[in-house]
Each structure stands twice: as structure tokens, then as C-alpha cells.
Nanobody, 117 residues
Framework: QVQLVESGGGLVQPGGSLRLSCLVAGNIASINTWAWYRQRPGKERESVASITGSDTTDYADSVKGRFTISRDYRKNILHLQMNSLKPEDTAVYYC???????????WGQGTQVTVSS
């Protein structure tokens, strides 16, 4: 089992920045890929950024150059640094951990990010 707890969401003006954090606990060694997803109002959940155990990263086209995913291995925290935020980035952001062998996803409870003036 893996437990994920997000924090860092909130209200920010367009052009501002936020850093999301996801505290990870449990059988961390079983996880192959870590990611951030988001669900915008009226939309399906979508992948925003991912990072593998070898620190290979991938980003959705809509956030490339603005968002950065990283892992603090010592503290077992996954981060998402979000810069130059736009109103269309407004969403509930979810932390995700994926085990390839068992094809199993673990999810956090989500944190709301609202970009508005």
C-alpha cells in the first residue's frame, strides 16, 4: 500500500506561482512512476507531469516550460512547481503513484488550485 497526501493548493492571480507537495508513505519501493494529474471543471482527469525512478520527466504540452515535477527522495515528497499560472490551470490536482507490475494506481485526495484575478 502507498499513501499520498497533497498540500499547497490555493488561490493565485494569473501569472503567479504555486508549489504543490505530495507526502508519500508506505511501500514506496514498489512504485515505478510518480505523477501529477488534474481535473478541470467539466473535464476528465488528465496527466500534467510525470517522473520515473530514473528521473525521466514528461509534461503535458499545455504546461511545458511552466511546470516542473521533482522528487525529494530523502523526505519522500513529490513536488510540482507551477509558474506563469493561467486561469485554465484551475483544477483539482492529484498526486499519483503507479506500479507497473500490478498495473495499480494510488491517488491522493486532491488539492484545489484556482487561478483568478
Amino acid at each position: 500500500q502507498v499513501q499520498l497526501v497533497e498540500s499547497g493548493g490555493g488561490l493565485v492571480q494569473p501569472g503567479g506561482s504555486l508549489r504543490l507537495s505530495c507526502l508519500v508513505a508506505g511501500n514506496i519501493a514498489s512504485i515505478n512512476t510518480w505523477a501529477w494529474y488534474r481535473q478541470r471543471p467539466g473535464k476528465e482527469r488528465e496527466s500534467v507531469a510525470s517522473i520515473t525512478g530514473s528521473d525521466t520527466t514528461d509534461y503535458a504540452d499545455s504546461v511545458k516550460g511552466r511546470f516542473t515535477i521533482s522528487r525529494d527522495y530523502r523526505k519522500n515528497i513529490l513536488h510540482l512547481q507551477m509558474n506563469s499560472l493561467k486561469p485554465e490551470d484551475t483544477a483539482v490536482y492529484y498526486c499519483n503513484a503507479y506500479n507497473h507490475y500490478y498495473d495499480r494506481n494510488y491517488w491522493g485526495q486532491g488539492t484545489q488550485v484556482t487561478v483568478s484575478s
